[in-house]
């Protein structure tokens, strides 16, 4: 509890932020869905046929799984808050507009005939009788929608949507509980928040419900409205990086590097943005303007053409930018010193006890016990390929997460794991990186990556982005990662103090 309060304290006001991002895309969402079902309902509820079809439409959406939907929907939309917002919306609709359905259907024909015989228009009979008659079921619709629609929105985090999954993501990604308790705490009371208003607002008339959403609607409108005409303008870019401390880090670095050296410029950042798909989609669609990128990514996974990479890293980086420049007029800088690329680890008792130092020393060990990342352990640039080039055949192979996969080699469960130079898991477990002698992976340096035509305009920024070449050592990344993802600390202040410490920043 007490790490749970100081995880609180130092990051308030971050949690604030990514709760208030949650709440506008669930609240977005819920709208847009309640304008959609409720209106298609009263449409077809005189036509059976019709209604029925789109009951069946609504609830195969509703099996489709959700990552499978952000996918399908980033080719179209890009990524961000909008197809977050369509894939909320279509997984909303079903309870919605079933409940809406099921509760104008179900009501006594005697009533109906009855206003009928009265002279009601078809307007009155709607709002005076048969709304009123189906709202209890209307209302419970709204009200799986939206607690349906908050459960979600947790997943906005992996395509760059914000919101409280950042948080669970995070918690995941780094083994940091607090992290990952605040943010499911956080959804599922606000989950039960929205379910209580709902109720109260149930018993509200309709005519008043919706004159209360509209004038909510616009009150925060023009209130959002005013605040951007009072702001004085400023050049705003906005740096994006990837789950995960160290690409936190380095963002940080971007921003107090570019706001030391050109005060009028705002920096936006986007912490745990996505994935390398993501971030490179962002950048291309313009939603962001730089991320920090590495050369073995680059040419493995973004350019054409590259799928044997030099190990030379100097000439790998001369390779990666040429081909980022031809084949999509990106502009990647001159990269810093450290590598964060795979490696195996062994235990350092391990190594000692059998003189291991390189990876060919590990042919001669078939009886130990080996444990993968899923991603490493199935991919052609993997295990697969490096079975075959250093003949390795290990009595036992397992798939576990990273922070699993640690914990087992600190515990003997296994005696031979991948992992990234950088982790902070290495000098905390006392683990030993063995030398990849046959060069075989690419060499993977960092360095801000940022369109053509944005450099070209905004040369100050490269210049302060410059001073980071052949900066920041692995064991200096190391200690950086150990601080944020083992000990918690900010990323900011983490970054802040290495920058100040070896005199790039006042």
């Keep these: 509890m007490d790490s749970l309060e100081t995880y609180l304290q130092h990051n308030s006001q971050q949690i604030i932020g990514a709760l208030g991002q949650h709440i506008v895309l669930s609240l977005i969402a819920i709208l847009i869905t309640i304008v959609i079902a409720i209106p298609l309902a009263v449409i077809l509820m005189n036509h059976q046929k019709w209604g029925e079809v789109v009951l069946q439409v609504t609830s195969v959406i509703q099996t489709i799984p959700s990552l499978a939907v952000l996918g399908i929907l980033i080719p179209f939309v890009g990524i961000g808050t909008i197809p977050a917002i369509i894939a909320l919306v279509l ?44 709202m209890p079921m209307i209302i419970s619709g709204i009200r799986i929608g939206s607690v349906m629609v908050i459960g979600t929105a947790t997943l906005a985090a992996l395509i760059g949507g914000g919101g409280l999954g950042t948080y669970i993501l995070l918690g995941i990604q780094t083994n940091n509980n607090n992290a990952l308790i605040v943010g499911a705490i956080l959804s599922a009371l606000l989950a039960l928040i929205v379910s209580g208003v709902i109720r109260v607002l149930s018993k509200v008339s309709f005519k008043k419900t919706i004159i209360g959403l509209v004038s909510l609607v616009l009150i925060g409108g023009i209130g959002t409205a005013a605040v951007k005409l009072a702001t004085p303008q400023r050049q705003t870019i906005t740096i ?23 005060p009028n410029i705002k920096v936006n950042l986007k912490r745990n943005f996505g994935g390398t798909s993501f971030l490179f989609k962002a950048l291309q669609s313009n939603k962001i303007d730089i991320y920090p990128e590495f050369t073995g990514t680059v040419l493995q996974s973004l350019v054409k053409g590259h799928t044997k990479v030099n190990p030379n890293a100097h ?3 001369k390779t990666a930018k040429k081909a980022l420049k031809n084949q999509f007029n990106m502009r990647f800088l001159a990269p810093m010193k450290y590598q964060n690329g795979y490696g195996i680890a062994v235990k350092t008792s391990v190594a000692k006890k059998y003189n291991l130092r390189n990876f060919s020393d590990l042919k001669k060990h078939r009886n130990f016990k080996a444990a993968f990342d899923p991603d490493f352990f199935q991919q052609a640039d993997g295990y697969p390929e490096l079975q075959k080039v250093y003949g390795l055949n290990f009595n036992s192979v397992r798939t576990m997460e990273p922070s699993l996969r640690y914990k087992a080699l600190a515990r003997g469960g296994v005696q031979v794991a991948d992992a990234y130079t950088t982790d902070p898991q290495i000098p905390k477990y006392h683990l030993t990186l063995l030398k990849d002698n046959l060069h075989f992976f690419p060499p993977y340096q960092g360095a801000p990556l940022m369109k053509s035509s944005f450099a070209k305009k905004n040369p100050q920024i490269v210049k302060s982005l410059n001073k980071l070449v052949n900066k920041i050592s692995t064991k200096d990344m190391q200690k950086m990662n150990y601080r944020v993802t083992i000990n918690h600390e900010k990323a900011a202040t983490v970054a802040k103090t290495y920058l100040k410490t070896h005199g790039l920043l006042k």
């Design 91 to 134: 997984y909303a609709i079903m309870p919605v507009y079933q409940n809406t359905y099921a509760g104008l259907t179900s009501i006594d024909p005697l009533l109906i005939q009855a206003a009928e015989a009265f002279g009601m228009k078809r307007r009155f009979k709607l709002f005076k009788v048969q709304f009123p008659l189906a």
């Design 240 to 262: 994006a990086g990837k789950m995960g401390g160290e690409p936190e880090i380095l963002i940080n670095m971007y921003k107090d590097l570019i706001q030391q050296d050109n």
């Design 315 to 317: 000439s790998a980086y």
